[in-house]
């Protein structure tokens, strides 16, 4: 089976301001804010990978935090990103 991978798109630029990043797309105008789990994330969408790898790095780096919310809320953070088009879909 054949995970559906993520990266970022290319050209999106980032600015980090304290534990925070500011993604802004030079191609439609859009400005995002990550908190520091999207910026987290993002990090982490420099090369392909999967949501399901994501979710999975978050929870052994937040043993505590609950698995179901963090499941939620990083595809949550997908669907933003990805309607707001600052991240792409690979196969891999």
Not at 45 to 73: C, M, W, Y
Not at 77 to 84: A, E, G, H, N, P
Request: negative net charge; charged residues 25%; aromatic residues 8%.
């Amino acid at each position: 089976m054949t995970l559906r991978s993520y990266q970022r798109k290319p050209g999106v630029y980032t600015q980090q301001m304290d534990d925070q990043v500011f993604l802004a797309d030079p191609d439609t105008n859009v400005l995002f804010h990550l908190d520091p789990v999207g910026s987290a994330v993002w990090r982490l969408l420099e090369q392909p990978i999967s949501i399901e790898n994501i979710v999975d790095l978050l929870r052994e780096a937040f043993p505590d935090e609950d698995a179901d919310k963090v499941t939620s809320d990083v595809s949550v953070l997908f669907k933003q990103l990805s309607d707001s088009g600052l991240i792409i879909a690979t196969d891999t």
